[in-house]
């Protein structure tokens, strides 16, 4: 779960879709080297790394060590569902977190948040909740390069996803031939 407190209210969600990118991803940030933009990439492994997509929509990241990280794609909205939904001006709960941006938004990530160690249990934060279960592993979406790579993990079944799953996804929890496990 990503949780939230922010002005006395507490926001919370269930991560149910995610993206991996290593130091060797061309799609990565962390791809040409450490710069002030991706510092936070090449730092402690559990900490923020957030930056602005398109000078409008913030993204966040849980970084994992020396350039690594994982994008949070979407949540399943659990706690302080009016407060994001006012944040988002919008009352549709599947739409509410769908997307990296929709998510910051809702949960008022900005780049203040940038570094913020996400182990801590105060200010943001990741906290134990419910697992998957069955994780589907799909090519990464939203990017223009290494496309391919299945690096995208989703909760099979969540309505909460940024984008549907491939319809080469089957019941068994597989996408193009390659199956997650859960958790």
Not at 83 to 108: I, K, N, T
Request: aromatic share 4%; hydrophobic share 35%; glycine share 14%.
């Amino acid at each position: 779960m990503l949780v939230r407190d922010l002005g006395g209210t507490r926001l919370a969600g269930r991560i149910v879709e995610v993206e991996a990118y290593r130091p060797d991803d061309p799609a990565s940030h962390s791809h040409r080297g450490p710069t002030p933009r991706n510092r936070s990439m090449f730092g402690p492994a559990g900490h923020a790394y957030v930056y602005l997509s398109h000078g409008i929509h913030h993204c966040m990241n849980v970084t994992a060590g020396l350039g690594a990280a994982v994008l949070l794609r979407a949540l399943e909205p659990l706690d302080g569902v009016e407060e994001m939904a006012a944040r988002r001006g919008v009352e549709d709960l599947r739409s509410l977190c769908a997307g990296p941006g929709r998510l910051c938004q809702a949960l008022g990530i900005t780049l203040v948040d940038d570094g913020a160690d996400l182990t801590r249990g105060r200010g943001i934060w990741i906290a134990e909740g419910r697992r998957a279960a069955r994780v589907v592993r799909t090519p990464r979406i939203g990017i223009s390069s290494a496309r391919e790579r299945p690096w995208r993990f989703v909760e099979a079944g969540t309505r909460f996803a940024s984008r549907p799953l491939p319809a080469t996804t089957t019941g068994r929890g597989r996408a193009k031939g390659k199956a997650a496990g859960s958790g």
